[in-house]
Each structure stands twice: as structure tokens, then as C-alpha cells.
């Protein structure tokens, strides 16, 4: 009887241990959350790289928004629920995954590459090369070898007279790709990007110099060095670089490591199917369908949507008789401007014959050349389009914003979804008790 009083005594005590090494940092809805769960978290989104860095004290809000959304999917009773199709859920998420995405986050990923790309570069920088090239084929004989190499010397020795560099890249290249632009490559160069003797001996050029005929496992290249350069600013090339994540989709993989980790908050008790669902049905899915509520929105906050240059809400056409130019306008001036695509595609190019061509849309200067002429009055030239040689436009000029939400359908639905997450999340906490240990807030990361 000792034995078994000590051994409870025992395991008491290290349970009374382990509660004091690892405290409760907050209780959210009733379930606790102990401060090296708090602590994994708060570290693995405060990394190194990470733009928006947040102190301990505004994390914990953040903290406790994902937790409720937890717990608001378990009340939902989410794991019950799998009737929606595969297709349904694959549409889903194409829509919903990119709005779990904040700029903020798309902004960090933009630094964490721009980090690496200035690590690789380090201080060598960029170069800008031309070449002339000369193949040497893998199967190529004693005597051929030594033919390609006498023809490459006398081009070299036509340089060394004096001879124009793009000029002789033009006419002996056999880079025609490059050869027809004087020998420019098309693009700056990093090291570790090419051929390590072409590095090599680019690398050693100052601008304006060529090499000597430089041997690669492709062939002989005369390198002349156009321009060098150190790596740009994250702020020059911070829209460039979001262009290219934006292009790439990367948002949509941000958007399942935030799935993943609300999965993982939950103790595996949520599915990825659980936290995409009660997020759709909950803001994304309300917001994109609630056609009045985004009417509304719009209706409040018109000013935040006004503009500084006039819009062209309108069409540029191309068709190839007259009389068409008439019949278009007269086919759409009374409909709505979202029905125009679809009556004049059934009125003029219902089948295999098209009559008119069209680009529909909202347009500022320097989107369409035809409305720059025609609208906004500008000297630019405009392209013919092949086979309908009479151009024409149609529509109005809105000069301080848009007309209703559907100008700006997809902004005004960003927003509206972001102000249903914000309410949404009131009501959470309206709903579940949260408390927050404050004495044991201040011991993060900091502590034994």
C-alpha cells in the first residue's frame, strides 16, 4: 500500500512539474492552451524574413481569432458534413483559397525571394552579356574541332582590328536568337546561371571589353560585356516581384499553410475540408453571392472607390462592313452593361462566322489604343485589326468613379468579405468565453 501511496505521489507530482514548466496561457472557449503551443506558434510567424513582425501582445489577438474559428467549426458540426461534390470543392477553393491571403502576406513572400536572390548574387552583382557563338557538336571529329576554331580566331581577329561587335553577331552567329539582336542576351545574368567558363570569363570583362574565344560544353563564345550591375532595392523591384507571385499562384499555397496550421491548432479534430468550409459558408461564400449587401457596401463607401482619371465604360469594336458599326451600338445602348458580351455574341458571331470583334470593360488611358484616340483624345497609333479594318468604340466616360459595385466588382468584394471576417470574428468572441493569463503572457520566450 506504501508502494502504490508513493508511486501516485510520485506521478502527482510530475504532472504538478510538467503543469508548472509548461503553464496555461489562455483559455479559449474552454479549452486550455498551454504557452509552448502559444509559444510554437507565435515564433514559427515571427521569423526571420517576416515583414510584419507582431510583439507577443499583438499576436495573442490573431492567436485567439483562429482558435474561435476552431471552435465555431466544431460547433458547426463540420465533420459530419460531406455531401458537397469534388467538383463543388475544387471550384470552391480556386475562389476561396486566394481571399485567405492578406497583401501583408503575399508582400513577405515577395522579401523571403528577393533574401534569397541577394544572397545568391552576393557581392559579384548582375551582368549583362552579348555573344557570338559557335557550335562545336558533341560528336565533332579532331578536324572539324580544329576548323570551328580557326573560323572563331579570325572572327576574334576581326574584332581585335576593329571590327562592329553586333555586326559580326549578326552575320556569324549561330545563336540566332541572340545574333539577330547584336548578340544581347536577353536577360541580366547571376552567378550560377550559365556555363561556369562563360561566367568565369564574363565576369572578369569590364563593360565594353570582349574575351577571347571562351570554350563551353556548347561550343566557342566571343563575351562581351554590355553592363554590370549590384541587385536593385526591395522596393524597386517589390512590384515587379508581386507581379510575378500574383502570375504563379503562390498565394493559393500561402493560403493552404494557414489551412494547415489552423488544422493543426485544432488537435486534429478539423479537416483542411473543415477550415475552408466554415470560412466559405461563414464570409467568402456570403460575401461573393450577397449581391444586396455588396450593393450596400458600395453604397457606404462609394468615396473609397473613386478615382483620380476618367474611365472608359465601354467597347472597343472592330467589324467589317459599315453598317455594323451602327447595328452594335444599337444592339446594346438599352441593356445592362453586363449582358452586352452575351447579346452581341448570339446577335453577330453566333457560329463559326465572326462579325465583329470586341474588348469590353472598363478602361483607363493607356489600356486600349483604340479608346485612346477615340476617348481620351491621345496621338497614338492603332493597329489594324486583320480582316476587320473598321474600328469603332461605344459606351461612356465616367470621370470621378464608378457607376455601382459592379465597376469594381472584385475590390468591393474583397473589402465586403473583409468586413463580414471582421464581424464575424465579434461575433466569436461574443459568443466564447476567452480569458488570457497576463502573468504568464509576459514569461514568453522568455523563461528556462
Avoid at 107 to 127: F, H, S, V
Avoid at 385 to 395: H, K, L, N, S, T
Amino acid at each position: 500500500m506504501k508502494r502504490i501511496v508513493f508511486i501516485s505521489a510520485f506521478f502527482l507530482n510530475t504532472v504538478v512539474m510538467m503543469a508548472q514548466s509548461d503553464p496555461v496561457i489562455m483559455t479559449v472557449n474552454g479549452v486550455p492552451v498551454t504557452r509552448s503551443e502559444f509559444e510554437y506558434s507565435y515564433n514559427k510567424n515571427n521569423s526571420d524574413g517576416v515583414i510584419d513582425k507582431k510583439t507577443v501582445d499583438e499576436y495573442v489577438d490573431l492567436f485567439i481569432n483562429y482558435k474561435l474559428k476552431v471552435a465555431a467549426a466544431l460547433d458547426a458540426k463540420l465533420d459530419t458534413m460531406r455531401s458537397f461534390k469534388q467538383e463543388f470543392a475544387m471550384y470552391r477553393d480556386q475562389q476561396v483559397l486566394p481571399t485567405m491571403v492578406t497583401d501583408a502576406d503575399v508582400l513577405a513572400q515577395a522579401l523571403e525571394y528577393y533574401n534569397q536572390a541577394k544572397e545568391q548574387i552576393g557581392p559579384k552583382g548582375l551582368i549583362l552579356p552579348a555573344h557570338i557563338f559557335f557550335r562545336v557538336p558533341s560528336d565533332a571529329t579532331q578536324d572539324e574541332q580544329n576548323k570551328i576554331k580557326h573560323r572563331v580566331d579570325s572572327i576574334y581577329g576581326l574584332l581585335k582590328a576593329g571590327a562592329d561587335y553586333a555586326d559580326l553577331a549578326k552575320r556569324f552567329s549561330e545563336d540566332k536568337k541572340t545574333g539577330a539582336n547584336g548578340g544581347d542576351l536577353p536577360s541580366w545574368i547571376a552567378p550560377n546561371q550559365a556555363f561556369k567558363e562563360f561566367e568565369d570569363a564574363a565576369y572578369a570583362l569590364q563593360v565594353g571589353e570582349f574575351s577571347q574565344p571562351v570554350l563551353s560544353p556548347n561550343g566557342y563564345h566571343i563575351i562581351m560585356l554590355k553592363d554590370r550591375k549590384q541587385l536593385e532595392p526591395f522596393d524597386s523591384l517589390k512590384n515587379s516581384m508581386i507581379q510575378r507571385i500574383e502570375q504563379q499562384g503562390i498565394r493559393d499555397r500561402i493560403a493552404e499553410e494557414r489551412i494547415q496550421k489552423v488544422v493543426e491548432q485544432s488537435g486534429g479534430t478539423l479537416s483542411r475540408e473543415d477550415v475552408i468550409e466554415i470560412s466559405n459558408r461563414e464570409v467568402w461564400d456570403k460575401g461573393a453571392k450577397d449581391e444586396a449587401g455588396l450593393a450596400a457596401y458600395f453604397k457606404a463607401h462609394k468615396k473609397d472607390y473613386a478615382w483620380e482619371e476618367p474611365r472608359f465604360k465601354g467597347m472597343a469594336y472592330h467589324v467589317k462592313d459599315k453598317a455594323d458599326v451602327k447595328a452594335v451600338k444599337n444592339c446594346v445602348k438599352k441593356l445592362p452593361f453586363d449582358q452586352w458580351a452575351e447579346v452581341l455574341r448570339s446577335t453577330f458571331n453566333p457560329d463559326s462566322v465572326i462579325r465583329i470583334r470586341v474588348e469590353k470593360g472598363l478602361f483607363k488611358q493607356g489600356d486600349n489604343p483604340l479608346v485612346d484616340k477615340e476617348i481620351f483624345k491621345q496621338n497614338t497609333t492603332v493597329t489594324p485589326v486583320e480582316g476587320y479594318p473598321i474600328d469603332a468604340v461605344f459606351g461612356k466616360v465616367l470621370k470621378k468613379g464608378p457607376e455601382d459595385y459592379t465597376d469594381v466588382r472584385g475590390q468591393v468584394t474583397a473589402d465586403y468579405q473583409d468586413m463580414l471576417e471582421k464581424n464575424w470574428v465579434t461575433d466569436l468572441r461574443r459568443r466564447y468565453p476567452v480569458t488570457v493569463n497576463k502573468d504568464v503572457l509576459k514569461t514568453v520566450n522568455k523563461h528556462q
